[in-house]
């Protein structure tokens, strides 16, 4: 058992609850960002993003890998960033391009 934390574009929400599904499914602890209740794009404050920025920043110290939801290769910035955090940290980082369906 490996504990993965989701990264990727909220988006592709459906693809990342779709993945986060077989990961558990296949023995393993997932922690996903939270996704908005409200389909308000702007529906957070800056003070409430940061919070939420903060928090799955630890999410990924917590993990032993990092699941970056890279559809069609998309990767954006904060992504990118929660990637190279990951990275710096030594997680493994697995891609939803590469996984196998």
Same mark, same amino acid.
């Given at each position: 058992m490996k504990i993965i934390t989701l990264c990727?574009?909220?988006r592709f929400q459906k693809e990342m609850l779709? +993945? +986060? #599904?077989?990961? #558990?499914? +296949?023995?393993?602890c997932v922690l996903t960002p939270v996704f908005p209740a409200s389909e308000d794009k702007n529906a957070? !404050?800056?003070k409430e993003l940061s919070v939420l920025g903060a928090m799955h920043r630890e999410k990924i110290k917590l993990s032993? +890998?990092?699941?970056i939801v890279n559809v069609n290769g998309y990767i954006g910035s904060a992504t990118k960033? #929660?990637?190279?955090?990951a990275k710096s940290l030594g997680k493994e980082v697995l891609y939803? !391009? #590469?996984e196998e369906r």
């Open positions: 990727g574009s909220l779709e +993945a +986060a #599904e077989r990961l #558990e499914l +296949a023995g393993n957070y !404050t800056e032993d +890998a990092v699941f960033g #929660e990637l190279e955090f939803y !391009t #590469e």
